[in-house]
């Protein structure tokens, strides 16, 4: 059981870094991509990277013409 815990936990920061890389890819070609700048702040926090993801957030709220 303990050793199912840490291979589930490795798979979830696994999956969250590919999905950052992603929509970080998706922000280079459109970087008001709302999708995108959502999606990044919701992984980039349980990676650690609070600053980040706030940052994401905060682009969603300040800037009314990004897109869906």
């Keep these: 059981p303990q050793d199912l815990s840490a291979?589930?936990?490795?798979?979830?920061q696994?999956?969250?870094r590919e999905t950052a890389a992603f929509y970080q890819a998706q922000?280079?070609?459109n970087p008001n991509d709302?999708?995108?700048?959502?999606?990044?702040?919701?992984?980039?926090?349980p990676l650690g990277q609070?600053?980040?993801?706030?940052s994401h957030f905060r682009a969603l709220l300040r800037n009314p013409d990004i897109t869906r």
């Design 14 to 16: 696994l999956f969250n």
């Design 50 to 54: 609070m600053d980040q993801a706030a």
């Design 27 to 29: 922000l280079q070609s």
């Design 34 to 45: 709302a999708t995108a700048h959502f999606a990044l702040g919701k992984v980039l926090g």
């Design 7 to 12: 291979l589930q936990e490795a798979h979830q």
